[in-house]
């Protein structure tokens, strides 16, 4: 079975400063995986993902993340936040082939210091 | 402009009450998704479906129903067997690449409330 454990359910971090958000995940075979961003009362916008190939991905509004298959991580980093980053992130993980389960982390809000 | 829309955005239950909600899609995607989220709690899937006419449950199925008569429909039955159904609720969709699952998409969302 996978699952995926996002660590700090809160973040809070001021503008310009680095933004790490946390995931670990299991799965029985080659994952791939995604980070999703929820601004308050509206759906999943996908971020980034990690299927095959490069481990270091890029997405929107200047993230990326790292695929360590030995650390089992996919940790989301964003050098300098800005103030629209304030929102819920979501790691989740596919195994990789025609499962069509995604499994998501609890999400971690990230919130800005004034 | 191609997207996923979900209708209502606020649905108010009354006891004993069936509410349907509506998830459109315009992507031509195979597959279609419901979750349902809570704080804290993450997105947990209730039912999913790859094709027209087929659909399979997911974690949470209880007191929930789906059909899928067309590939851009998937409507969502809270039937009042569900004794907990104040949550939010995501529609997603994906495409089939080969025998493979492509990435989700989400729609904006459905908030139930019981009256």
């Known amino acids: 079975a996978q699952s995926v454990t996002q660590l700090g359910s809160h973040v809070s971090v001021s503008e310009g400063a680095l933004v790490l958000l946390r995931c670990n995940y299991s799965?029985?075979?080659?994952?791939?995986l995604f980070w999703y961003v929820q601004y308050p009362n509206q759906g999943l916008q996908l971020l980034l993902k990690?299927?095959?190939?490069?481990?270091l991905v890029k997405g929107i509004n200047g993230f990326e993340a790292e695929f360590k298959k030995s650390e089992t991580s996919f940790h989301l980093t964003k050098p300098s936040a800005h103030m629209s980053d304030a929102a819920e992130y979501f790691c989740a993980v596919r195994s990789g082939g025609s499962n069509y389960k995604l499994t998501f982390g609890k999400g971690t809000l990230l919130t800005m210091n004034p | 402009d191609g997207g996923i829309t979900q209708s209502p955005k606020y649905l108010f239950r009354k006891e004993g009450q069936n509410v349907t909600l509506s998830c459109e899609q315009n992507l031509n995607h195979d597959a279609m998704y419901w979750y349902r989220q809570d704080p804290g709690q993450g997105l947990r899937l209730i039912y999913y479906s790859q094709i027209v006419n087929d659909f399979q449950k997911g974690d949470i199925a209880e007191g929930y129903s789906v059909s899928r008569e067309k590939k851009e429909s998937f409507p969502l039955t809270v039937t009042s067997a569900q004794k907990n159904p104040t949550a939010f609720y995501l529609c997603?969709?994906?495409?089939?690449?080969?025998?493979?699952?492509?990435?989700?998409?989400f729609g904006p969302g459905t908030r139930l409330l019981v009256l």
């Open positions: 997603a969709s994906s495409m089939f690449k080969g025998l493979y699952q492509e990435t989700q998409y």
């Open positions: 799965s029985s075979v080659p994952p791939y």
């Open positions: 990690y299927t095959t190939g490069a481990t």
